[in-house]
């Protein structure tokens, strides 16, 4: 990653004290914002831990609890984020770059299959399809990135349907922009996060893992995802997406490899960049 790439970083927490994970994990990966899901600490916790030595240090822009366990950490300049919509489990923000146009940083963390079926998920995704819309046409853009824990896997009814995400596994496609369906136009999404499924050692099949006794099951899911705009795509590199399963020397999985939910969390964490001076106006 160059040097005027914008570094960001996604997890869900799972409600545990990682605090001190997530400050190594900014010196690590040098992350210029940080997305938290399922965010139970406080901003002097996390402060403790993230402004160790950092300059510029750590700031939340989102305040912490705000907005139905979503939380945004930034060390970007003041003035640099700005409020677009809050909805409970979905935000938005303009992200200024330094010297390029700005991004629209959606983020969310959409309701559990434990709480909903795939039907529900679908109809979820129309909604937050039809908020993405409204706010890029009110900010008059589409560069745009939605970053979250979905709770479906990129395959799934709500995430590849036109009326849903409408988010694409091809870049070809994506860089249609959008298709006609029944008269009506929809916007694409890119996902690259179809290319992380499956054994790539020496990164994780996926980021979040459960086994049933169910005759159809995955047990590998990526329900963490990272979408992008076709406006976008020219400033992102899908190789600079990691699914880390560790922070330094900490493991975030067990010895069997799945993510270990008493050490860590049960998602595992992403890290992505986007070069915001490359960005098209």
Known sequence: MGERDMVFFFWNTNRR??????GQASRLHDLDVIILAENDQSWATLAAHLNVGQSPTYRPAIALGQTASLALITRLPEGSVAPLADYPGLSFRSIAGPMGPSLTLGMTHLRSKLH???????????????????????????????????????????MVSAGGLHAVSVRAIAERAKRTVDGEEYRFFYNPMWGQFGDRPPRPPGTYYY?????????????????????????????????????????????SGIPNATSASDHLPLVFSINVERCHA
């Open 211 to 255: 086994s049933r006794s169910h005759y159809v099951e995955y047990f590998w899911n990526i329900f963490d995802q990272v979408l992008v705009r076709p406006e976008l795509l020219y400033s992102f590199d899908d190789n600079s997406i990691r699914i880390l399963s560790a922070i330094g020397t900490t493991e975030l999985r067990t010895p």
């Open 116 to 158: 909903q079926g795939d039907t529900d998920q679908a109809y979820a995704s129309t909604v937050v399809r039809q908020r993405v819309t409204e706010v890029e046409d009110r900010v008059g853009h589409r560069r745009t990135v939605l970053v979250g824990d979905f709770n479906m896997n990129p395959f799934e009814d709500g």
């Open 17 to 22: 004290d990682l605090a001190a994970l997530i």
